[in-house]
């Protein structure tokens, strides 16, 4: 590991136009990042007549068919070149660490927590997304952008940084988002379909559990049920209730948020979002739970009411000034 | 209206620089565009010796105070040269037309309908913010960019543009993002402020509002009303509704989506938005409106239900194999 070589673009490039045969590897359960990353470099040096294939840990979820369209995923190219992108650990390479882990080439990547376990890498620790690191590594390559790729690029730096609204965005991430449209990426699409699609079942749902929101410690605390009433004449799927428990964080002067979620087994799930101080975490450990700092759950068998009020005095350690 | 001379940035560049008083228009109602356009070129001319006032039809949302700060923005300052900045008719001067809608010298926008009611036109149709023209003119005042200038531009650029997720983004709105970043815009602040908080009014509102979608022409329309009875016992800022018109777009599947707004005087306010190939500017131009092709409006004196109905009927000419 401590022989890992440290690559600019060009030498990145240069490696890669001596290869006949690539194999680009993803992360596990992969995300748009790692996903465009690896679709931009695998028809860019396809354009270049070199045989190329994307192999994945994890199937590639169909809302991100646009760039990924009919490529088969599920296999490397025998006796290849090996390029890991946006895969900060061998760990990360999920079922496919064991055949790969110990035999990465080179890895493309943007986290500073980059393990060196590539025999050479070029890591823009400083980028928000590993795109922005491929796009420059496109440049020294010297192909011309295409759309495909393009689209790559620009779903790498909009779903890492939100749509561009989260504070690791940078000039660079607009200036890559820009020369991206400028080479055709379908952005309009991309978005709809990654950040603003929502099922009009959704909408319904949304629009019911909004109506229970409840404030409490001079509105620093919210809180939000899922009934099971909610869905009645609904058919959501487990997937269209993303984001749903972020809800109530979201409000103006909210430092922690709630959500009750009743399951269908009569047991609570409750979900905690914290923005600054509160740790959602130690309050989920309270009930036999856990997670992270501002992101943390439980499960209670309870009724939603009294599993709401529990989990709201419980909150109330962190606002000793403020009465319920 | 037939005296309008169009203008390029330097050519206004040329007509600002001969000026020592300037007030700056702002449209009513006034958004992230209108008031970063406006504080970017206040602060740009103030630093030039000039002195400048901006002035509001409308009190300016408090959420906006990050790039307003203590401005008064009440009153002009007399025997001024007048710029009017993303206002595309004197109409929208509101309760200022009387004023000034007649003498207008300079108009700097981005609306492709605008009137041409105004000396000299600085217009640049394509862009999706009126900041984006507004840098451009910057750049040909030959001013440095400080951070109170970029926040402005990086406001109205990424509040035309839903935050870079609309598909009226284009390369252009990104490579100005990352310029105003560079020159230090506090984006990561911004963003949060107008883009991740929502207050506990808005929710029960958009809440409200959502139970009111219908579909039509086989879900591709969605129709939504803000009636007068979803503010009842709320007390809603006109600037927390930003955004309430995309609502209906947002659902898969729909290419086009109506808001009907009952307002106070009894009128309703159509907002019409659309994804791919519905030109909402010609719809609303069929009621005195107009806009842009994926974003536009009219008004119409008449019922919500009356209003919505005429308008989905409108759209059906774009949809003409399906039924209501």
């Known amino acids: ?90 760990a990360l390479l999920g079922r496919l660490e064991e055949e790969y882990g110990h035999r990465v080439d080179l890895c493309v990547d943007h986290h500073p927590s980059n393990k060196r376990y590539a025999k050479n890498l070029l890591l823009r620790g400083e980028y928000a997304s590993c795109c922005e690191a491929v ?8 192909c011309a952008i295409t759309p495909v790729m393009a689209n790559g690029i620009y779903l790498g730096a909009s779903t890492d940084t939100g749509c561009f609204r989260y504070g690791n965005t940078t000039a660079n991430t607009h200036y890559v988002a820009s020369k991206a449209i400028e080479a055709g990426a379908n952005h309009g699409m991309i978005n709809r379909v990654i950040f603003e699609t929502v099922t009009p079942q ?16 001079g509105g620093h605390c919210a ?14 799927e487990e997937s269209e209730l993303e984001g749903i428990s972020n809800i ?3 409000i103006e002067g909210v430092e ?26 130690e309050i989920c450990q309270r009930f036999g739970g856990g997670g992270h700092k ?14 709401g009020m529990s989990i709201v005095k419980a909150i109330g350690d962190y606002f000793p000034e403020e009465s319920l």
């Open 223 to 236: 809180l939000m049920y899922q009934l099971q009433s909610a869905f009645e004449g609904l058919d959501v």
């Open 256 to 281: 922690v948020g709630v959500t009750v979620r009743e399951q269908a087994d009569g047991s609570c799930r409750i979900s905690l979002r914290s923005s600054d101080f509160v740790d959602a975490s």
């Open 135 to 142: 796009y420059e590594l496109l440049l020294a390559l010297g």
């Open 248 to 250: 109530p964080r979201t």
């Open 202 to 217: 959704r909408m319904v749902f949304e629009s019911r559990v909004k109506e229970t929101l409840q404030y409490f410690y």
């Open 1 to 90: 590991m401590s022989n890992c070589i440290d690559c600019t673009p060009a030498q990145a490039a240069a490696l890669l136009l001596e290869q006949e045969r690539v194999t680009i590897l993803i992360h596990r359960h992969p995300d748009g990042d790692t996903i465009g990353s690896g679709m931009a470099l695998l028809h860019a040096l396809r354009d270049m007549g070199k045989q190329v294939r994307l192999h994945s840990p994890d199937p590639i979820s169909k809302r991100y068919g646009l760039v990924v369209e009919d490529e088969d995923t599920t296999a490397g190219l025998e006796n290849s070149y090996v390029v890991a992108v946006d895969v900060a650990d061998p």
């Open 294 to 307: 501002r992101a943390a759950g439980c499960t209670m068998h309870t009724t939603p009411e009294q599993a």
